[in-house]
């Protein structure tokens, strides 16, 4: 699924509307340049969940833990992986623990020097930036 978001706005909503689909135990990568739309969907999936702390991008602490208080998600788990320059370095966090918890939902922004590491993936949303837009690709993997 394929689809153009004309400002953050939007952005947010999408990732609202996509937090239906979450099921708990769900790994979703978010793959796109700087600023193009990450954490504002991330945003939007945290209220959708019905979290109500503010989101963050977890870029200088790589994980940020935010507890849902209704439902069968308990946790939504928000890392940022951007200074983490490989695989070795990834090496050095842990990830059972989240991916293992059963009532937790991980988000991944700049998942890709996790890649080995981490094998299970449910979801990939690709952001491309177009001028004051933005391209979003959601696929079930
Ligand atoms: P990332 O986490 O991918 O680095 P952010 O979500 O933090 O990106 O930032 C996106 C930036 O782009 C924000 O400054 C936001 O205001 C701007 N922006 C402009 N148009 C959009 C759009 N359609 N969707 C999301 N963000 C947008
Ligand atoms: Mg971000």
Do not use: C
Not at 12 to 19: N, P, S, T
């Amino acid at each position: 699924m394929k689809l153009i978001t004309k400002s953050p706005e939007e952005t947010e909503k999408l990732g609202e509307d996509f937090a239906r689909k979450l099921r708990p135990k769900d790994v979703v990568f978010l793959v796109g340049n700087l600023g193009s739309g990450k954490t504002t969907f991330t945003k939007g999936v945290a209220k959708g969940l019905g979290i109500t702390t503010r989101i963050i991008s977890p870029t200088y602490v790589v994980l940020r833990s935010h507890s849902v208080k209704n439902g069968p998600i308990r946790t939504l788990y928000h890392f940022d992986l951007y200074r983490l320059k490989d695989e070795k370095e990834t090496l050095g966090v842990d990830f059972t623990d989240y991916l293992e918890d059963e009532n937790g939902i991980v988000i991944i922004e700049w998942p890709q020097v996790s890649q080995y590491i981490i094998k299970r993936k449910t979801w990939k949303v690709i952001f491309q930036i177009r001028e004051d837009m933005r391209e979003i690709e959601i696929l079930q993997e």
